[in-house]
């Protein structure tokens, strides 16, 4: 963890759905990469946190101090990929479901 | 092949090679059919495990869905016929049907016994031929649509007459048209009933060829933020009627109140916040009552006024108003030294 970059980006997380109690009835994947991100939107932003042009003002705001309060811009996710999960509903019947948004591909400040 | 009936994919192998030739990049198939249970013999699971791959593997969405449901048949004699019941109660309504699909599978036709006639030779040596065998019987597929509530035989809903056909294989038959109507009039237990013109056997009760519906739809909820739950989070965290999440279950009523101080901007000094400052012009300021906050000796703490207030009423009043925490002299001696 400690030699992460401070920079906003994708940090490594699998998802078991034995650890969040949904192995009982999800057949397949048991478990997925999911990702996360974290890190600092900074003044000054540099290109590869991709900010919006929101946040970028909102970053020169914050450093010039003209308002207080104004928290630095969100790491979040950008780009999301979908997963196709297999389980079981509550009649037994097997069901095919391709949920969107369930892992990170980039991040971003917002 | 049934399984290649959707007509955007190609033909799939036969289901008969099951899974074993395909290794699933995260789990074998073994565990997959583990996961299924008892259910994992059946055709069903095989196939809907074949979809999985299919999408995984290639990102193919199945049926030009974003869902795929599969129902199970639950078996029936009545009236000394074979009926099929599904429970299609667990479709969601913002699950739009694109097609349905009824597989089932059709025994080996039984020849019916070579037919014999009284025959008088026309021509001397002509001997008695006997007649070719007639065609097999046809077989019939009748739908019934039942609501949840009446157990009449059902509305009809859709009926089909197939050839048999030479061996015993897998079929399948687009029921799109009578899934929908039957869904139009809330009519989700269906019937089908495979009318071969035999009495019951009873050879299909619990064999792995009990027939199955596929259902293929567009979630058009799935795009919700919180879909996942929707369908997968099965124990609510808190359930309706529990004690509020925040309280710990044996918890006394903690006169204590969570907050956080307005910290305007990062913290420069340990003063404390100004007590009775309230600038005005912060919008959220905390509205601290004295009743909210911890009976002690500490005195209500208010937000820092903003910088430009500060900047304003420059440094001497608000220090004058500030609280710096009286430590006793060998603290201060200490700290001072530090």
């Known amino acids: 963890q400690w030699d992460e970059p401070r920079v906003c980006s994708r940090r490594y997380l699998k998802v078991d759905f034995a650890d969040i109690g949904w192995n009982e009835w999800i057949i397949s994947p048991k478990s997925f990469d999911a990702y996360y991100c974290s890190g600092a939107c900074e003044f000054p932003m540099p290109k590869i946190v991709r900010p919006s042009n929101h946040a970028t003002i909102q970053s020169i705001v914050r450093a010039v101090g003209i308002v207080p309060g104004i928290p630095e811009p969100c790491c979040v996710p950008d780009k999301m990929s979908s997963l196709g999960v297999l389980f079981l509903d509550e009649n037994k019947n097997v069901v095919l479901k391709v949920y969107p948004n369930m892992s990170v591909e980039t991040c971003a400040c917002r | ?338």
């Open chain 2, 1 to 338: 092949n049934h399984m290649a009936v959707h007509p955007s994919w190609s033909a799939l192998p036969a289901a008969a090679d099951g899974l074993q030739g395909d290794k699933d990049s995260q789990q074998s198939p073994g565990d997959m059919a583990a996961a299924l249970g008892p259910g994992a013999q059946d055709m069903v699971a095989v196939h809907m495990l074949r979809l999985y791959e299919k999408y995984s593997r290639r990102g193919a969405r199945p049926g030009g869905g974003n869902t795929v449901r599969s129902f199970r048949a639950r078996l029936e004699v009545v009236n000394q016929k074979t009926v099929y019941f599904f429970n299609l109660t667990s479709m969601q309504d913002s699950e739009m049907i694109l097609t349905a699909t009824f597989h089932f599978y059709s025994e080996p036709p039984r020849w019916p016994r070579a037919r014999e006639v009284f025959c008088k030779p026309r021509v001397k040596n002509m001997s008695c031929r006997l007649l070719p065998p007639g065609p097999p019987a046809r077989l019939h597929l009748l739908f019934r649509s039942l609501s949840q509530n009446t157990a009449t035989q059902g509305l009809l809903r859709g009926a089909m007459a197939l050839m048999p056909p030479p061996r015993g294989l897998w079929q399948a038959k687009d029921i799109s048209s009578i899934i929908k109507a039957a869904r139009r009039d809330g009519e989700l237990l269906l019937s089908a009933q495979l009318d071969s013109g035999e009495k019951d056997t009873g050879a299909h009760r619990h064999s792995p060829h009990m027939p199955y519906i596929l259902v293929y739809a567009n979630d058009l909820a799935i795009s919700e933020p919180n879909s996942v739950a929707v369908t997968l989070q099965r124990y609510d965290p808190f359930p309706a009627g529990d004690p509020e999440p925040r309280a710990a279950p044996n918890s006394s009523a903690d006169p204590r109140v969570r907050r956080a101080t307005q910290a305007s901007g990062p913290l420069q000094d340990n003063e404390l916040p100004g007590l009775d400052e309230r600038p005005a012009h912060v919008p959220h300021a905390q509205h601290y009552h004295k009743h909210e906050l911890w009976p002690s000796p500490f005195r209500a703490l208010k937000p820092r006024p903003g910088r430009k207030d500060r900047r304003k009423k420059g440094q001497d009043t608000f220090a004058a108003s500030s609280q710096v925490l009286d430590f006793d002299e060998k603290t201060m001696q200490k700290a001072r030294r530090r």
